[in-house]
Antibody, heavy 123, light 110 residues
Framework: EVQLVESGGGLVQPGRSLRLSCTAS????????MTWVRQAPGKGLEWVGF??????????EYAASLKGRFTISRDDSKSIAYLQMNSLKTEDTAVYHC??????????????WGQGTLVAVSS | QSALTQPASVSGSPGQSITISCSGT?????????VSWYQQLPGKAPRVMIY???NRPSGVSIRFSASKSGNTASLTISGLQAEDEADYYC??????????FGTGTKVTVL
């Protein structure tokens, strides 16, 4: 059974940084791309970005509005995907989900999801 | 990349059919056949209901169907049931190799 468990969320002040982790199990992590999606309280889903599998260079793509502040990385030896968030703003407050696309190259179909971790940005 | 446009809410009585639209551009919905639909129950993670415009994953009821015409995709739920009450989101792959979500539609079963 595919399991994705996010961690690392919490309360953080504006301008600070936070790193989220997504620990995967139940599948060969290195074969798949990994995606981050967020949902602000009472709002819709927003695609954050994804990282391709190592077979495709582990390259990344990001939502244009977040490029430059957010960085996605992966450690295949630990089956963990990371989301590094810098210069956090109050509007980054959201539940952050990791999800697994069905391929190693792109993020177009997300068939497994974690329950999410809440990030609250506030002074 | 702007969010795809969906109606904020759609409602119907049990047994009726409802349709949710998802409007995009030639850079997303109209530019490929990689439109998906997700159901999100309150407090739960999303679940894919339709992929590649009109394909159902195993386990999804045949009451869910979808189509696309030009820059607009649509999801139809037939024989509406109380368990279908949820938020629904469309997504589309884009020409920039990114993914864009719709604004979301709350489905209410009257």
């Amino acid at each position: 059974e595919v399991q994705l468990v996010e961690s690392g969320g919490g309360l953080v002040q504006p301008g600070r940084s936070l790193r989220l982790s997504c620990t995967a199990s139940g599948f060969t992590f290195s074969d798949y791309a990994m995606t981050w999606v967020r949902q602000a309280p009472g709002k819709g889903l927003e695609w954050v970005g994804f990282i391709r599998s190592s077979a495709f260079g582990g390259t990344t793509e990001y939502a244009a509005s977040l490029k430059g502040r957010f960085t996605i990385s992966r450690d295949d030896s630990k089956s963990i995907a990371y989301l590094q968030m810098n210069s956090l703003k109050t509007e980054d407050t959201a539940v952050y989900h990791c999800s697994r696309p069905t391929s190693g190259f792109e993020s177009r179909l997300l068939d497994s999801w974690g329950q999410g971790t809440l990030v609250a940005v506030s002074s | 990349q702007s969010a795809l446009t969906q109606p904020a809410s759609v409602s119907g009585s049990p047994g009726q059919s409802i349709t949710i639209s998802c409007s995009g551009t030639s850079s997303d919905v109209g530019g490929n056949d990689y439109v998906s639909w997700y159901q999100q129950l309150p407090g739960k993670a999303p679940r894919v209901m339709i992929y590649d415009v009109n394909n159902r994953p195993s386990g999804v009821s045949i009451r869910f169907s979808a189509s696309k015409s030009g820059n607009t995709a649509s999801l139809t739920i037939s024989g509406l049931q109380a368990e279908d009450e949820a938020d629904y989101y469309c997504t589309s792959y884009t020409t920039s190799s990114t993914l864009v979500f719709g604004t979301g539609t709350k489905v209410t079963v009257l």
